[in-house]
């Protein structure tokens, strides 16, 4: 495996043999498998979960990691393409990567999205013009647009749980922010979960539809695997049945980039906010799942997110696992 | 060994097993002993001893650590239990604790008393609610109330130096200090000497008596190991015949939480800094200890910090093999 | 080896084994050399390659690293020798050092030029007193007037390209630079090309000369190995039969720690800036070469820097393989 950068990089069988390293991982330690290997670590966005459950995947195997993260002391870095640098800004992105690369036997990048244009952001621009500085195999650690991480973690979950993927209902639920988010968690959780076979069903409030190029691709997945994707505002409607309720925030593609707009498509959309009501007519095992960070009483009320429906935790340990098959795949075989 | 939260939670001869497999680890390294493990380290307070000194145990031990601090790019931590998120802190404790802990097989904790209240920071009602949060052993790594690893070091510094534990003079003199410093060490120290056997006196100005309970909690250690637990403001008494001076600046029980009065309390206080003349009456060797960092000039004079009866860097040197003996006790064993 | 000060410190034996034990890490990895060992590092100045660098180097060799920065949620310290410490500042440096030393098996230092004085500076006063603290060998990571990994990382690449050394023409070029930069990267390039045998030719504006002490040690060395050491403004001459520019920005030595005197100094200076008609007079294969971070369109235009004569890439990751050299040397050998 040559890097990571999206789901639908990889076929479903290679998805499997993914987890199912994963979990062969997960309960027998392989504590050599990247003695001396390293893992460059480049955030451009801050992280939680990410820069920690990286960093632990690499001491469980043996190698090692390095940060450069917002925080860093560093020198300031320059994006802009053409540029005289004589102000306050030290370093070009154009060395910074090569050089990082160039330490790492694979280099992980987050950069969550400049949200200048929603076509850019699709296209996941400024992610790959960073990766193609690489000379190392490249790790998306959250892009514009992905979050391939993530829905591997995510998959993981929802497999050990047996939930169901053939005619399993998953819904994929729009929920209520102080602030205008990414479209990297929900572009990525449609297309996963219509890639593993279940019928997707996008709820969300008119004005927050997801891209359409999003859905189109998620569709194409769903016609391979079996699966369905529909979207609607009609919660009861959407809830019912439902095996899983996956809750986030994001931005109005509509208003992508204008927060003001935003805001005021927002006003009156505070009972966007999973209840344990909610699941009135979902399956009785109805599942919750969240990426995190979650805000409570805003995105979710606390005795969801602490209750039994609630994989949260759960979908974060299994960052690190997931996490520790790509590592694996990419370096103990290039070894 | 599952955790470590106080010192009063071992016996005498847990600790002593712990400072024996301290030393061994010191003279025969064990470059294998925790392969693939991962220790998680949470900063809510600054830290410069702790962070190096754990990351270094780890690495020493062949497993390796990563750390979460207050400086680091995370997206702001809630604490209050019932709160609706719709601010600026994006993160609630209650979920971030559970995922570092999911990513280690140990969690190490700091978090300095919040000062609102002198009966919880006593309870360490803080930092028992987080390390309850925990799926792995946690370590308390400087709490409200406590620091074992500080008092584990001091335990083996004493060794080492022969300094007598039966019939050995331990004075805990407050010191002068522009800040109104936690409880933490002056609590864990009387009750480390107290613990080992020694005659510990407490020599405070007025206004600065340790709470009654932290007295009465190493009074009964004292009563256990044949030492005693006294206290006064008489520093030419304090420190006839005394074996070591621990020097510590901490705050007013009496004004706890109100920086102001204790500001005034303190107007007259400027000597109690100690110099080579508090030694006068002391037995010859009698030897300085401070946990560091430390304040010249205001504490203590740099000719006894950097003089001959000064143990303060070997102290902090055994920060590292103490921590050593206490991860190897938790992690090793339960592999 | 014990630690590494200045690449002069070092005879043209020890240098030669150092680049062909990077070469053979570089080639033939030993991922258990340094099984346990702690590189304590500790930074007072920003840092990418060099934090990065060493710490891959670390784990390549199967040991480990902290580090200590300007960013570090540490207590604030303080430098001042005789000093009452009732301000913010809570550690000192004759604390900290010792202690960061004793938890490492090396301790690196970055610090760079207080500019208060130019003789102090090319003293080194601020590095060796703090040099002079620690218990464990020390690596300069640079330091007001030394760069010694850079020196050693360049001198491998010039090596690997077959620069020549006897007879190979090393143009030192000064560089236009918003900033008023130190002297620690010409000051060690200079030396190190002449060590190497080359003829070298600073080439900068007036009032931009080289310290004398500076221009005379490298003479020193240039007499030793059979090379020579020039100086000029002469752009044409300096450049022509070039196999070598290496351009750096640095301070006047006539105004040092005078930032408004330097910027009047270089108001005319903007053409300072290499392009590709600076290699019109050098040999074809002329190579350009510098330390980074660079400021594009004001030290190098980006053809050059991205064109195939720019070796900057390569001298950065150089910096991994001679410090992992440097650490095998220290450590490997005093196990």
Not at 11 to 23: H, N, W
Not at 211 to 218: H, I, L, N, S, W
Not at 307 to 331: D, F, K, Y
Request: contains cysteine; glycine residues 6%; charged residues 25%.
């Amino acid at each position: 495996m040559r890097g990571l950068n999206d789901l639908s990089d990889l076929s479903r069988e290679e998805v499997d043999a993914l987890i199912e390293l994963a979990i062969r991982l997960e309960h027998h330690p392989e504590p050599e498998a990247l003695a001396g290997k390293v893992l460059a670590l480049f955030f451009l966005s801050p992280s939680l979960r990410t820069s920690t459950s990286f960093q632990a995947a690499m001491t469980r195997l043996g190698g090692g990691s390095f940060i450069v993260s917002p925080e860093s002391a560093i020198h300031g870095l320059e994006f802009a393409p053409d540029v005289k640098m004589d102000g306050d800004k030290a370093e070009h992105i154009r060395e910074a990567i090569p050089v990082l690369a160039s330490y790492g036997d694979a280099l992980g990048i987050r950069a969550f999205a400049p949200k200048r244009s929603l076509e850019d952001d699709i296209d996941d621009r400024e992610f790959q013009s960073m990766s193609a500085l690489s000379t190392v195999p490249v790790i998306n650690m959250e892009s514009a647009i992905r979050h391939p991480c993530q829905s591997l973690a995510d998959w993981k979950t929802l497999d050990e749980l047996d939930v169901p993927s053939s005619g399993g209902k998953f819904v994929l639920s729009w929920a209520n922010h102080p602030r205008a988010l990414p479209l990297a968690v929900p572009a990525s959780t449609v297309h996963m979960a219509a890639m593993r076979g279940m019928d997707v069903t996008v709820l969300r409030p008119e004005g927050f539809a997801l891209p359409d190029r999003v859905m189109a691709r998620a569709r194409r997945a769903a016609d391979l695997s079996g699966g369905s994707v529909a979207e609607t505002s009609d919660a009861r409607d959407a809830l019912n049945g439902a095996h899983v309720v996956y809750a986030k925030a994001w931005s109005s593609a509509k208003h992508y980039g204008n927060d003001d707009a935003e805001r005021e498509l927002k006003k009156d959309l505070a009972h966007w906010c999973v209840t344990e009501s909610w699941f009135e007519g979902a399956t009785p095992e109805c599942r919750f799942m969240h990426c995190l960070p979650v805000r409570r009483g805003v995105v979710v009320t606390p005795n969801v997110l602490e209750g039994p429906r609630s994989l949260v935790i759960q979908q974060a340990r299994n960052r690190m696992w997931a996490q520790m098959a790509i590592l694996h795949s990419i370096l103990a075989t290039s070894s």
